[in-house]
């Protein structure tokens, strides 16, 4: 099936299909998350960045994105009876809406699966592992892996402004992205400063 033939309605089917239906590891679940995120890359015909989000919702049946300024959070994401709404604070950097609008569909992606796959560990309550698998698909979404190594290593560009500019990121984004993915020590991307 190509990406013309995957109905709207069945995408988010189909990256809930790709989790495993029992409590999940830290490792399974960024395996997982990076599994979906690529899988939605490819069905959304995006192949660099910096990813359109708003585009790709507008693909998906029974979301609305609402922007609102002055929110108590920078995202929020609730179903309305009818259709998801995600809401995101307008008055907070572009970079940082993005980032915050591809976590808020993270929730949505998730959504029928954390009681199953997310359950309270000895260290960490589920609501807490629900968060962080919601910012490590933002970052996955915004910041695909093969994306980051071809930027970094085939490109040459190496440099936290350059390449959040590139991805369309936050600078706070992209080093942690690159610690996360083990381009830079944690030493190096706190070193980094940021931009006045």
Known sequence: MTAQEIKPSSTLAAL???????PLTPAEIRQVLDRQ???????????GPPVP??????????????????????????WNGAAWVLLIDSSEPKVRQR????????????????????????????????????????????MPRIWMKRAYFDDGIQDVPSLSRLFGVSWVAMRYRLEQLGFVSAAVAANTKEAA
Do not use: M, N
């Open 16 to 22: 809930r299909d790709q989790v495993p239906k029992r």
């Open 99 to 142: 980032f915050s609008l591809s976590h808020e569909l993270a929730h949505v992606v998730w959504h029928p699966l954390t009681d199953a796959t997310l359950q309270d560990t000895k260290t960490t309550a589920a609501d807490a592992r629900i968060e962080q698998a919601c910012e490590y698909f933002a970052a996955c979404l915004l």
């Open 53 to 78: 989000v708003e585009a790709i919702i507008a693909l998906l049946p029974r979301l609305i994105v609402r922007h609102a300024p002055d929110l108590p959070s920078s995202g929020r994401t609730q």
């Open 37 to 47: 995120t690529t899988r939605l890359l490819k069905l959304s015909q995006i192949y």
